[in-house]
């Protein structure tokens, strides 16, 4: 990713270059991250759960991890209030994005997501996801909750 000059490159690893990324996305459009660390790999089993578990903390809000796979070949993709994150880890997929599907003509754009790469797409998003040859991936609902800066200010229930 590239952070800029007024940025400093992600500590940790994977999961916090995505939570940092997934921080300034906000409500904006859809968007890819060709992270500089490696995804996690599905050699200690499934790593969907405990990446979300970890973004959970990261972010501060909770972040689910969704059914993959051909299942979801041709279907929409449904963010949550937060936005969905497409983490390719292998084959290619490829997602189309529709600006106003209520539209005469709708616009579509192609997003194609190589191994490595994440596709961010914000909550009000309209998109379906098609699967190439070998496709893997990792989908992560970003779901409404208060932010860990927001927990900390919040007033005790005690008081």
């Known amino acids: 990713m590239f952070w800029g000059p007024q940025q400093a490159r992600a500590a940790g690893g994977f999961a916090e270059e995505l939570a940092a990324f997934v921080r300034g996305r906000g409500d904006h459009g859809p968007a890819v991250l060709w992270p500089e660390y490696d995804p996690p790999s ?16 990261l972010v501060g809000r909770p972040v689910v991890d969704l059914p993959g796979g051909p299942q979801r070949e041709g279907r929409p993709l449904e963010p949550g209030p937060g936005g969905l994150l497409l983490v390719q880890t292998g084959g290619t997929s490829c997602v189309h994005l529709s600006a106003d599907p209520a539209a005469e003509e709708p616009r579509q754009a192609r997003i194609r997501v190589r191994p490595g790469e994440v596709l961010f797409l914000p909550r009000d998003a309209r998109a379906v996801l098609h699967h190439g ?7 992560l609902r970003i779901d409404a909750g208060p932010r860990q800066e927001d927990k900390a200010h919040a007033p005790s229930r005690d008081a």
């Open 133 to 139: 040859a070998g496709a893997r991936h990792i989908l």
């Open 42 to 57: 599905d050699a200690g089993g499934a790593p969907g759960p405990r990446l979300a578990a970890r973004l959970t903390e």
